[in-house]
């Protein structure tokens, strides 16, 4: 069973309806024992990191996520959902977050002609002959705040005159900065990739 975590920060109608349009079927939950249980984790995310770090304490979700992240389980972060898989967060003043990933989340300088957040379509672009199937295609983004490049980028974007990375791949582990739910046939496309590994 796929499992979408509910840490109350997440978009969670749209990445079920997304996840229906491919004929998986999900279960909503903020059980540490369903997601413990479950084949597959997907973990959504809109909101700010402190208070999804908190609710992930509240909820006694922390341990339980990052064994997910890291037990070979195909496991799918998106958005903020990636960000606080990183070790630490520039928002809210600075969070320590899942430390799953070495790097750090930071916020997008104010350049002309950029507006923060961005919202709206940007290009993913391959690091390696691995991704090379990103293509340059386009995905939705919303977000102030970016993961730095490093080794685990697999797909990265610009945006504000920064390289950011956008998408992450490690074995099952992978994580997008983009809604692949709200990016069209491109982002049904991702997630349908991500069920067959």
């Not at 959504?44 to 339980?64: F, H, I, K, Q």
Request: net charge negative.
């Amino acid at each position: 069973m796929t499992v979408i975590v509910d840490y109350r920060a997440g978009n969670l109608t749209s990445v079920k309806l997304a996840f229906a349009a491919l004929g998986e079927p999900v279960e909503v939950t903020n059980d540490p024992a369903k997601v413990r249980a479950a084949s597959r984790v997907v973990f959504p995310g809109v909101g700010a990191a402190r208070s999804a770090m908190e609710n992930l304490r509240d909820l006694g979700l922390v341990d339980t996520v990052k064994e997910a992240a890291t037990d070979g389980r195909p496991f799918l972060g998106i958005c903020l959902g990636m960000q606080i898989l990183f070790a630490h967060s520039e928002e809210d003043g600075g969070v320590d977050t899942l430390g799953v990933l070495p790097g750090q989340v930071r916020r997008f300088p104010s350049v002309p002609g950029c507006k923060v957040p961005e919202i709206g379509w940007n290009q993913v672009n391959a690091t390696n002959w691995e991704s090379r199937h990103l293509g340059g295609a386009e995905y939705y983004f919303v977000h102030s705040y970016y993961a730095e490049l490093g080794p685990w980028t697999f797909g990265k974007t610009e945006y504000a005159g920064i390289e950011f990375t956008s998408m992450v791949k490690q074995g099952r582990m992978w994580a997008c900065q983009f809604h692949p739910e709200k990016s069209g046939r491109v982002g049904l496309e991702l997630l349908k990739g991500w069920l067959a590994c």
